[in-house]
Each structure stands twice: as structure tokens, then as C-alpha cells.
């Protein structure tokens, strides 16, 4: 079967809604003074009566991002350096719910767009309770490539609710999820490394149970596929409307703690596009449709990966082969 060049990609006009499509086209803004896009992904959740945990994902590439600024509604209340994608917001009142935006800044001062709002809502607080959650369930962890290990846990109990988990990377917090979740995804670690990590909960009173056990665990060393964070469940084929071929894709996004909101599609080894999702991302199967010219008989190789919260590139999925029927 004869291949020929893939013409450039033209979205589906039924996903305009839903997804937008980054080119190579030029822009007319001059380099370096081009101010950072709004961050993708932000998310906003209780991690107490008292507190709320705010987590976006950290931008790369052009230009350059000296650091993020976080809003309670119009109010600047923190400010975060450009490496890292997430911070607790403190001193807030129970029972209240809170909008939060960020905003990045480049590292010629110039400060981008505010991202979606995100709201969360802290629970009641409790009164005079001075009674900590207990210490959560064995901790367990595996590698899952050279930059990222999966950890889970047994659940704490609390006399009222236990509202969140923190993650510790030796005696630093790094992370927060809910008090529902006993799992979690820690991306960004360096290759052929040594880490230990800690859980503890909290309840709405703040009261934080003991540590967990330790979990030490040592990255993958050099780069690897990172397979552990590859989209799963690809599939690809064709479809045929109005005289021309469409290449249809769908999968599984990666698990990760954080909103996948952008892909890289791989035509022939190559990249073809990369996709950004305008609203909000599907946490289950996602699908997409693109444009692949009117001639039958066109074979191409195709696999896509995600870029993760902490703004690194996940592994590539399966790469699928399909061809436009004749």
C-alpha cells in the first residue's frame, strides 16, 4: 500500500466546542515579550475547615515562567515559584466556598491571563475536637517509570471525617488529596533516584494523624518509555464522509494526580499536533477526529502521549497502524 505525507491537520468541526488545535503558525508577538498562557488544569479542593488545596499544571516551554500568582476571588494570597504547581491557601473560614484563580508570570515580568475559576468549599468546623485521625493503612508504592511512582495506603479513621491525606517526600509536603482517596500518582522525580515517602490525614479541625510507615522506592535510571504514564486503551481507525477520511483516535488518559489537558499525536514517528482541551477534560475514555485527505489506500502509524501535570511528557501509547479503505 502506497503512504504518502499526512496535509496539514484540520480539526473536526463537530469538537470545535471541546478542543483546540496549536499549530505551527507564527504569531505576531515579539519574542520574549509574548506573556504566558493561562494554566490548564487548575483544581481546587478542602484539605481541612481551614484550608483549601490549589493545583494546576506547571507550563513549559516559551516563554520562560518565573512564577505563579494565586487568587481568592480578586485577592492576591500567594505567590509561587515557577517550578512548582501547587500550594495550600490557609487561614480561611469553615463552611465557606472560595474561587480561586492563577495567573503566570514570565521572566520578563510580563503577567498572563487568569486561568478558569475553580471553586471549593471547606466543610464545617468541628468543635472541640481534639482527636486525630489515626495512622493510614500500610503504605505500598511502585515505580512506574524514571520520574514517577504510584503510591496507595490504607484509610485513616476520625471520630468525625477524615477530610484529606497529605503526601510527604521526606519531610517535605508535596501533595494533598481528598480524605476519600487512598492513591496517588507522584510525577516529576528525577531518574535513578532514592526517595522516601510518608502519608498522614487530617481531619476538619486540622488534628494530623501519625505517619504512615515509610515507603523508599528508587526511580528507573536514564530515560526510559514511561510507560507507567502512556495513555492506555488506544485505539485508531478510519471513517469515510463526504469524500473524504477522518483518522479517529480514542484512550484512556494516564492516571495521574491532576487534570490532563494536553497531547502530542505521533504521525509515521513524527509530530503531527499537539491538542489542548478547551473545556473540561474527560477523565474517562477520550476521543478525537482529524481530517487525513480524500485518497484511498494510505497507510499511517499513529500513537499519542499526555503531558502530565508537572509539565514533563508521558510515555507514548501502542502505536496503532491504519489505512483509508479503498
Known amino acids: 500500500m502506497r503512504r504518502v505525507p499526512i496535509p496539514a491537520l484540520v480539526l473536526v468541526p463537530l469538537l470545535c466546542g471541546s478542543l483546540l488545535l496549536t499549530a505551527a503558525c507564527g504569531m505576531d508577538e515579539s519574542p520574549g515579550r509574548r506573556p504566558p498562557p493561562a494554566p490548564a488544569g487548575v483544581t481546587a479542593a ?66 498572563g491571563p487568569p486561568s478558569a475559576e475553580v471553586r471549593a468549599t471547606t466543610p464545617a468546623a468541628a468543635r472541640a475536637d481534639r ?8 503504605l505500598d508504592g511502585k515505580v512506574v517509570g524514571s520520574k514517577a511512582v504510584e503510591l496507595s495506603w490504607g484509610p485513616s479513621t476520625d471520630d468525625r471525617d477524615v477530610v484529606s491525606y497529605d503526601i510527604l517526600r521526606g519531610d517535605s509536603k508535596i501533595h494533598s488529596v481528598g480524605g476519600a482517596q487512598t492513591a496517588a500518582v507522584v510525577t516529576g522525580l528525577r531518574p535513578g533516584t532514592r526517595y522516601s515517602f510518608t502519608v498522614r490525614a487530617r481531619d476538619a479541625a486540622d488534628n494530623v494523624s501519625p505517619m504512615s510507615r515509610a515507603v523508599r522506592l528508587t526511580t528507573a535510571p536514564g530515560t526510559d518509555d514511561g510507560r507507567g504514564t502512556a495513555p492506555t486503551g488506544f485505539r485508531a481507525g478510519t471513517r469515510r464522509a463526504d469524500g473524504a477520511y477522518s483518522i479517529e483516535l480514542s484512550w484512556i488518559p494516564p492516571r495521574t494526580d491532576g487534570v490532563i489537558t494536553e497531547y502530542e499525536i505521533q504521525l509515521d514517528g513524527r509530530s503531527a499536533t499537539t491538542l489542548v482541551w478547551g473545556g473540561t477534560p474527560p477523565r474517562g475514555r477520550a476521543t478525537y477526529s ?17 503531558k502530565l501535570p508537572d509539565g514533563s511528557w508521558g510515555g507514548f501509547s501502542a502505536e496503532r497502524t491504519v489505512t483509508t479503505a479503498g
Do not use: Q
Not at 55 to 80: C, F, H, L, Q
Not at 131 to 138: D, F, L, V
Open 46 to 111: 478542602a484539605g481541612s475547615a481551614t484550608s483549601v488545596h490549589v493545583m494546576w499544571n506547571r507550563a513549559s516551554g516559551e516563554p520562560e515562567i518565573a512564577g505563579y500568582e494565586v487568587y481568592r476571588g480578586r485577592t492576591k494570597v500567594k505567590d509561587v515559584p515557577g517550578g512548582e504547581h501547587m500550594v495550600d491557601i490557609t487561614r480561611l473560614e469553615p463552611s465557606t466556598t472560595y474561587v480561586f484563580t492563577v495567573r503566570a508570570r514570565g521572566a520578563a515580568g510580563d503577567l
Open 131 to 138: 482527636r486525630a485521625p489515626t495512622r493510614p493503612g500500610r
Open 290 to 306: 482529524f481530517y487525513a485527505g480524500r485518497e484511498a489506500g494510505v497507510s499511517y502509524r499513529v500513537r499519542i502521549r499526555a
